[in-house]
């Protein structure tokens, strides 16, 4: 899949001038509904979706509408950062495209990723938490989510912040996201990721921050 990362980034865009709210938790049933958000990057036809479904199934459209929106910006979010990855000298994609350990390699390296809203619950500043990534992380992994992306391998967090409290806005902005990690890469030093211990395993990770 090669996206067309500018015109992706505006289809996310569209996507901002409705709340972020979920209204329930993620479960299989309503994934099944909504996985039609994988085929479509184009906002408008995935709103067609959301009212064909609706229709079809008798939903409540305002539950729909929230649960859709949510997978579908998350996941096109997710698909332009990792093609963002992949387009960087010495990174590699995964050979493997239905392993969901690992996304791309990254010098000898084998990584997934995740973009992370910079999370309220782990209840310290931004000031404090870019100045400790050991414990943030330990928090990430043990707070992550219990669906389908849990897992305990390496991993590359892009953690978005926003001076105004609405950090998952950061997601849509593309350009932002490929300077953060286009940087990052430029001087990935190995010996700098902070080394993790899960289940006696030792794992290794770090964080990208994209901040406006």
């Keep these: 899949m090669n996206l067309d990362l500018e015109n992706l980034q505006h289809q ?14 993620q479960n299989d049933e309503w994934d099944a509904y909504t996985n039609f958000i994988y085929r479509f990057s184009d906002w408008n036809v995935v709103v067609e979706a959301m009212k064909a479904t609706v229709e079809a199934y008798q939903l409540d459209k305002r539950e729909l509408f929230n649960y859709a929106a949510n997978r579908w910006f998350n996941f096109w979010s997710a698909m ?14 995964s050979i493997n495209h239905k392993d969901r350990l690992v996304d791309f390699n990254l010098r000898g390296i ?16 931004l000031y404090y ?24 391998e390496n991993r ?7 001076d105004d ?7 849509a ?17 190995a010996s700098k990721l902070q080394q993790l211990q899960f289940n ?11 901040i406006k």
């Design 12 to 25: 996310l865009q569209q996507r901002l001038a409705y709340p972020y709210q979920w209204g329930k938790k």
């Design 173 to 189: 902005e593309i350009d932002l996201l490929k300077q953060c990690i286009q940087k990052y890469v430029s001087t990935f030093d």
């Design 110 to 125: 084998d990584f997934d990723h995740k973009t992370s809203v910079f999370p309220s619950g782990f209840q310290q500043t």
């Design 200 to 210: 006696g395993n030792t794992i290794v990770s770090d964080i990208i921050w994209a």
């Design 129 to 152: 938490a870019q100045n400790h990534h050991e414990e943030l992380l330990y928090w990430l992994y043990k707070n992550q989510s219990k669906q389908q992306r849990e897992h305990y």
């Design 80 to 93: 332009a950062v990792e093609q963002i990855f992949t387009e960087i000298e010495g990174v590699t994609p």
């Design 165 to 171: 409290g609405e950090h998952w806005k950061l997601k």
């Design 156 to 162: 590359l967090f892009i953690m978005v912040y926003a």
